[in-house]
């Protein structure tokens, strides 16, 4: 028999070599895939078999036979396990997808184990609750609604005043989207509720963007949202350049008016704001001891204190002689809730027809103030606010002889000036 041997099967041919001093076996040879293989058989007749059923399927197409033994046993129980997750999951994965990716992955990894990583990962990797939008929102307010609560005898954490107008908006919020859940919502969906409130102020919408904002990063910290959820890149959402609003004042003439037409409760309130910078929220959380007890100041606790730092507001001679008919009073300056007071400056304004002016008592007092002295810093210490906020929008608004009138105003007949606790006697 001549060798090599030739087993062909149609284009497709391979060889069978005879034993040698240097090879005491029969080799198979042949090419699967451009890659050259070759196989070893004590008997002719087993490499004949062999090579004839390997012809006949690489002519056919199939490419089985470049895998050895070892390997073909682990690609049967590759795809097992392949099936076996498709089962599982309800994915189909090829061989060919997972060992690539394994392949990415370990270069990835630097040495670390494909399972470390994915332990790792899943210590880290969020789960979001669905929770409706207006459940959320629920929560949200139920869950500020008690730092509204002063406990300890110190001052509540929040204003309720402050958390009720939230809740309100963010009520609002949740009407817009009916049935949808938080992690559910997209920048269209923000835009949409933006687009409700094109008709009102910059600064308006801005407090609308600031509730919303506040909202979403508590939806974060619940689990309702994801951290990288992307919903501020919405339109809407980006905060608009909002002109600052007139600064409104009285003159010297209308304090006087107000101050002597004041009730034996209101007048004392006026007086706080307009002659010591004290805030109306402030005043109200004031009682007698705190205005008397250092001497030529109003003492503005830590706890009282817009800004929950302490201060002391200066005590001039005007503001002195208004507040001396109150020096034997004790309890709250002013024992109504904010409301009332209101209504009685809007009435009081009204009688005395004197156009109203938002916040026009402070605003006046840091005003002329900064005209008297002409330094921020003094204005701004007084009045508990900052220096840049100070010469930003009370800068140049009245004259150094207007100033003096201001603080000049005082009771043309103390008295006619009953204090809180003779009246209330009578």
Not at 261 to 278: M, S, T
Request: glycine share 4%; hydrophobic share 40%.
């Amino acid at each position: 028999m001549k060798f090599p041997q030739i087993i062909k099967h149609r284009k497709i041919e391979a060889r069978i070599y005879a034993k040698s001093d240097d090879y005491p076996f029969y080799r198979l040879g042949y090419y699967v895939a451009g890659k050259r293989r070759v196989r070893h058989f004590a008997n002719y007749s087993d490499a004949k078999v062999e090579a004839e059923r390997i012809v006949r399927e690489l002519a056919n197409g199939t490419q089985s036979t470049a895998l050895t033994g070892n390997q073909a046993l682990d690609a049967l129980a590759a795809l097992e396990r392949l099936e076996a997750t498709r089962k599982a999951t309800g994915k189909r994965f090829s061989l060919l997808a997972a060992a690539s990716e394994f392949s990415e992955a370990m270069i990835n990894l630097n040495g670390r184990t494909l399972s470390e990583a994915v332990e790792g990962f899943l210590t880290t990797v969020l789960s979001l609750k669905r929770k409706d939008v207006a459940e959320a929102v629920e929560e949200f307010i139920a869950n500020r609604e008690p730092k509204t609560k002063a406990r300890d005898g110190k001052r509540a954490q929040l204003s309720a005043g402050y958390v009720q107008q939230v809740g309100l908006w963010l009520r609002n919020f949740a009407k817009t989207f009916p049935a949808a859940a938080v992690a559910d919502l997209t920048k269209e969906h923000l835009n949409l509720f933006m687009a409700k409130y094109e008709k009102q102020s910059a600064k308006s919408r801005n407090h609308y963007r600031q509730t919303v904002k506040m909202f979403l990063r508590w939806a974060v910290k619940r689990d309702y949202l994801s951290p990288s959820h992307r919903l501020l890149e919405a339109e809407g959402m980006t905060t608009e350049l909002a002109d600052a609003p007139e600064t409104e004042i009285y003159n010297p003439t209308e304090l006087q008016t107000l101050l002597e037409a004041a009730d034996n409760e209101l007048r004392p309130v006026l007086a706080l704001q307009a002659l010591g910078g004290v805030r109306l929220q402030e005043c109200l959380r004031l009682t007698w001891h705190d205005v008397w007890r250092v001497s030529g100041h109003i003492e503005i606790s830590s706890a009282k204190s817009k800004t929950r730092s302490r201060r002391l507001c200066e005590m001039g001679e005007a503001l002195r002689q208004w507040l001396e008919p109150y020096r034997e009073s004790s309890g709250m300056v002013f024992a109504k809730h904010r409301d009332t007071f209101h209504e009685s400056l809007s009435s009081l304004l009204e009688a005395r027809e004197i156009p109203a002016k938002r916040n026009g008592l402070r605003h006046s007092f840091c005003t002329y103030h900064f005209a008297a002295f002409g330094n921020e810093n003094l204005t701004a210490a007084q009045a508990g606010n900052s220096p840049a906020m100070i010469h930003q929008h009370y800068k140049g608004l009245a004259t150094k002889a207007e100033a003096e009138k201001w603080f000049a105003v005082t009771p043309a007949q103390a008295a006619n000036v009953i204090p809180l606790a003779t009246a209330a006697a009578k």
